[in-house]
Nanobody
Framework: QLQASGGGLVQPGGSLRLSCTAS????????ITWFRQVPGKEREGVSC????????TYADSVKGRFTISRDNGKNTVYLEMASLKPEDTAVYYC????????????????WGQGTLVTVSS
C-alpha cells in the first residue's frame, strides 16, 4: 500500500515536496510514477523514476520545475515541485509498477491515496 503525502496550500512561485512511501514493502525494485488529476479531467502522468534511478518527465508544463528522486534507505520517492503555478493545483498520486516507467494509468495496479496541492494567493 502506497502513501502519498506533502500536499498543501502554497502561493504561486512557492515550492513543495511530495513523498511516496510504502509501509509493508520496499519500493526499491519498482518504477514509481507521480500522476495528478483535476476534477473533470483525465489523470495525467507527471514524472517517473525506475529502479535504476533513471527518470522521465512526461508533462511538458512541469519540465524544469519538478524533479523526481528516490531514497531507497528511506523507502521513499519524492517529487520536488518549484515555481508552482495555479495550474499545478491537483490531487497528486503515486503509483508503482514492475520494471519500466510508464505514464499510462492502466499500466498501474498499486496506487497511493492522493495528496492535494493547491496553488493560490
Amino acid at each position: 500500500q502506497l502513501q502519498a503525502s506533502g500536499g498543501g496550500l502554497v502561493q504561486p512561485g512557492g515550492s513543495l515536496r511530495l513523498s511516496c512511501t510504502a509501509s509493508r514493502s520496499t519500493l526499491a525494485p519498482y518504477a514509481i510514477t507521480w500522476f495528478r488529476q483535476v476534477p473533470g479531467k483525465e489523470r495525467e502522468g507527471v514524472s517517473c523514476i525506475d529502479g535504476g534511478h533513471n527518470s522521465w518527465t512526461y508533462a511538458d508544463s512541469v519540465k524544469g520545475r519538478f524533479t523526481i528522486s528516490r531514497d531507497n534507505g528511506k523507502n521513499t520517492v519524492y517529487l520536488e515541485m518549484a515555481s508552482l503555478k495555479p495550474e499545478d493545483t491537483a490531487v497528486y498520486y503515486c503509483a508503482a509498477r514492475s520494471y519500466r516507467c510508464s505514464a499510462t494509468r492502466s499500466a498501474f495496479t498499486s496506487w497511493g491515496q492522493g495528496t492535494l496541492v493547491t496553488v493560490s494567493s
